[in-house]
């Protein structure tokens, strides 16, 4: 049966995707529900990071917690989770670490590993294995009441690939580089059974009530142009494909997809044309050049530095001046964000100063 949601009082976010007039651009930011407010620690308390994640009633009152500090300054809630999920779907155990970030106590070695043969032939049901998650995004919808939309995201296969093999984060991306170009036919089939568990994935989370769907490519500035059309662009390409025909299956509404490729600025022509509504930029590229690019092909989202946020008000406001003006004023074919996601640190107070500014320079 299908959940029966309150009408949706704010859709700026939603017609903006569309490619619709907007009277101002609808705003949101990464990692906008996190450790750098207070509130998320008191809710937080002593759990585990993943703990929260997979306690419903936890990860829907971090997700509520930017829109009721920042109540008529953002224009949409995005799901508390985590693209590590999916790896932990397929059968991989994910800590997160204190202070060091996620880790894979058994990552995966080569493909003549056990592992690597368990996942491939693994049948994953995501509703079973990630129900936490839909039950967290329609707990979620029904506290917002209409709010502001819900965006629901997953992780794209080659971040996760990465992942996979190094066992956490990484500077040199040895494990990945290996995989890639010593395995490179058995790289691209773990990155398509990822990219099939990714369509799944996001379909239920519509199901679920997801209004718009964000696919995160955080790794993609590790590899080449060339690489890049190897290793990603193609299972991107597949998600952004196979997701509206899925959800037709489901006889659910198809919504706007996102693609975030971080650091991927010599691809934003091809991921122009990869089928996704909006392509979010980050703060590596000029947002006068990347509307040129996108010749009106796609919505841009962005691409604020996240370090502008420390740098006081006066930084803040000439930030978010120059980033409005590079965009064409916001009254269409953008949403604004940062580049990347909150950093720690950050003080609400500023992250604030940063909306109201969006706000008032977007008004001229």
Known sequence: MAQQFAPLKNDRLLRAARGEKVDRPPIWVMRQAGRYLPEYHEAKGDKDFFECCRTPEIASTLTLQPIDRFDGLIDAAIIFSDILVIPQALGMTVEMVDKKGPHFPHPLQTP???????????????????????????????????????IGFCGAPWTLLSYMVEGGGSKMFIQAKTWVFRYPEESQRMLQKIAEVCVEYLAQQVIAGAQVLQVFDSWAAELSPSSFKDFSLPYLRYISTHLPKRLDEL?????????????????LDDLCDSGYQVVSLDWLQDPAEAVKVARGRVVLQGNA??????????AIAKGVEEMVKGFGGG??????????????????????????????????
Not at 121 to 147: H, M, Q
Not at 335 to 355: C, Q, Y
């Open 305 to 314: 530095d996240p370090g502008l946020l420390y740098g006081g008000q006066k």
């Open 251 to 267: 006889k659910q509404p198809r919504v706007p997809m996102i693609v975030f490729a971080k650091g991927a600025w010599y691809a």
């Open 112 to 150: 003549d590993d056990q592992q690597y043969k368990d996942i491939m032939a693994r049948e994953v049901n995501v509703k079973e294995s990630l129900g936490y998650v839909y039950d967290a995004i329609t707990l979620t919808r029904k506290k917002l009441d209409g709010r502001v939309p819900l």
């Open 331 to 364: 009254h269409g074919g953008w949403i604004a964000n940062l580049g990347h996601g909150v950093t720690p640190g950050v003080k609400p107070d500023d992250l604030k100063f940063f909306f109201e500014q969006i706000h008032k320079c977007a008004a001229r």
